[in-house]
């Protein structure tokens, strides 16, 4: 190769390894800018999330209030429930408008939220449709549970969401915990509330069940409540995030919970006598006082998701700037790369061109010097003829190294290889049989080796000459050389015996194939030179080992014994190993 050639591929080699480095790097800086912005796209599903969950906890206080009412219900009440269906589905539909702007669109999630959602409101429909004295209090409590259900279907149907924005976003995987946190405070907070529903409704009082229930989720409000409050990031420590949380407490956690404590109140203030009690309230008074005190739960999911999404935007807004600069840096160092390209060639690369030329000069007997090294006239001659020599020498080595490589291939061509047959001999065999053998061990399966000798082979030689001894064998080698699939070893293992060392098999398949072979061998005349045709037989033994234990001496010992038998008991068959 020339040498502007060889610059010039090994500029290209350069370029395509500075290339290869810096794509990568754009690479990977554009997966993170697009990580980024898939992150922040998930984010804005898990807001729109939790407001379906908001809506549909909303959705329950004018629900409790129909229940409640008489029949019909307050036409005010009424509206109020349409008001918040109109609500509920106005932010679901958003939520799947988003949903099919990605690529995931989890639609047999959103299916069984809507599902489930019609199958709530239908119940609840047809309980407010009845006269309240039909109203049983295990209905009114099973209607109130399939609006529980209805909150965590919508925060499931964006999990892979919220998960993709906590793995593009770590930071921000605790505000997001809290922001679900909240959200679960306030479906407790709710289904609190709806715990009443029942007993206002019938004016009846609290249950032992009920009672219950009332403590567990008072307990599970406050679990709640401390793992919001607790300090774990710098983002608990913003402003707008503890005023937040301070207003939940003075407006909910402790005028919300007067208002429980009132109904618990009047519900153990009756007599002991009679379950009927007398509330100062119905369920859509309940709910005008209870629900305000609510709100502040959902302004601490906003502020932490409004943290959430000013850290996300941050962090975008620092891959986009990672990626520009990723592009700038890529962009100079090419064109680093590209100057000093320029120089090598302008500066090294021509100079010994012209040197070269020289030296080309002088070895076709051109003696005029150029100009420019002419001081190195002398040197450059005696260079070149040790090169010619040094040339000549190796070429020399070159064609002696060759033809001791070639005279090594034949001689272990000719040490494998049978003189007459031209197949494996028992030592290239024995060595190609341990081979096959550990790989039997490792892949933990059987191999076989079947044995065969020409039956009555001394009266072909004694009859017919060793002329054509040697012409059965032959032919036998191609009869049986034939008939073998690639991978099955065939071998002259001494005299008139052969061996076959098939694929890995078991005992039935390397019986057949011997028997295939038995019959191959009886079907073939075999023309010896004088014309005369001549049939042959032969007697086969077949042996099989496995396990980590087998040996090749052992499994020749075996096919032998079984070759004794198939001689003793008649000849031209096959015998196994027993």
């Known amino acids: 190769m020339r040498l502007t050639r060889l610059f010039t591929l090994i500029s ?47 959705e329950r206080g004018p629900s409790n209030a129909v229940m409640g009412d008489g029949h019909p219900a307050a036409p005010a009440k009424q509206e109020r429930l349409r008001t918040a269906r ?15 702007h990605g690529n995931t669109v989890p639609a047999h999630q959103l ?19 009845q006269p309240p004295s039909s109203r049983t209090p295990a209905q009114l409590d099973a209607a109130v549970e ?22 593009a976003y770590p930071r921000i995987t605790r505000v997001l915990v809290k922001a679900r946190l909240a959200v679960e405070l306030r479906e407790y907070a709710g289904r609190l509330g709806s715990t009443l529903t029942a007993p206002l409704a019938t004016a009846q009082a609290l249950g032992s069940a009920q009672q219950q229930r009332l403590q567990f989720l008072r307990g599970r409000l406050e679990q709640l409540r401390q793992l919001i409050k607790m300090a774990n990031n710098d983002a608990d420590q913003a402003v707008h995030i503890q005023a937040a949380v301070a207003r939940m407490d003075s407006d909910y956690f402790e005028a919300g919970q007067r208002i429980i404590s009132e109904v618990e109140q009047a519900s153990s203030n009756g007599p002991r006598d009679s379950m009927a009690r007398h509330y100062s309230m119905d369920t859509a008074q309940f709910a005008q006082r209870y629900v305000p005190t609510m709100t502040p739960i959902l302004a601490v999911r906003d502020a932490l998701l409004q943290e959430a999404e000013h850290q996300a935007q941050a962090e975008f807004a620092r891959a986009r700037h990672e990626l520009s600069w990723a592009m700038l840096n890529g962009a100079a160092i090419l064109l680093v790369l590209v100057t000093l390209l320029v120089i090598v060639r302008v500066r090294v690369v021509a100079p010994l061109l012209r040197a070269t030329r020289a030296v080309v000069r002088l070895g076709n007997g051109d003696y005029t010097p150029p100009s420019r090294i002419s001081r190195r ?3 450059i001659g005696d260079m070149l003829r040790a090169l010619a020599t040094l040339r000549e020498n190796s070429m020399e080595r070159q064609r002696l ?3 001791r490589a070639r005279l090594i291939e034949e001689l272990k061509i000719r040490a494998d290889t049978d003189y007459l047959t031209g197949i494996l001999n028992r030592r290239a065999f024995a060595t190609a049989g341990n081979l096959r053998l550990r790989g039997a061990r490792e892949k933990d399966e059987s191999l076989a ?12 030689n004694d009859c017919y000459g060793h002329d054509a001894g040697d012409q059965v064998l032959i032919r036998i080698a191609e009869v049986v050389r034939s008939t073998l699939r690639d991978g099955e070893i065939l071998a002259r293992y001494g005299g008139e015996e052969f061996v076959v060392m098939p694929s890995f098999c078991g005992l039935e398949a390397a019986r057949a194939l011997a028997e295939r072979l038995r019959v191959a061998i009886e079907q073939e005349p075999l023309t010896l030179s004088d014309g005369y045709i001549l049939r042959v037989t032969a007697s086969f033994g077949v042996a099989v080992a496995h396990g980590p234990h087998a040996a090749l001496d052992d499994l020749f010992h075996s ?14 068959r096959v015998e196994a190993q027993l």
């Open 559 to 572: 096919a032998d014994l079984a070759l004794y038998r198939a001689k003793s008991q008649g000849r031209n």
């Open 449 to 460: 080796v079947i044995l065969f000798d020409i039956d009555h082979f001394k009266s072909v």
């Open 86 to 100: 109109n609500d509920t589905n106005a932010v679901l539909r958003q939520l799947q408008q988003q949903l099919s």
């Open 146 to 167: 399939r609006m529980y259900a209805l909150v965590p279907l919508a925060l499931d149907a964006v999990t892979e969401a919220t998960r993709a924005s906590e793995q």
């Open 377 to 379: 006239r002398d040197e």
């Open 111 to 129: 299916a069984g939220l809507e599902l489930a959602l019609r199958e709530a409101r239908r119940n609840v429909d047809q309980l407010a449709a």
């Open 401 to 403: 190294e060759q033809e």
């Open 12 to 58: 290209a080699i350069l370029a395509l390894l500075v290339c290869g480095v810096q794509g990568r790097s754009l690479w990977a800086e554009w997966r993170q800018y697009q990580a980024a912005e898939q992150g922040l796209q998930a984010l804005q599903l898990v807001s729109a999330s939790m407001r379906v969950a908001e809506k549909l906890s909303v």
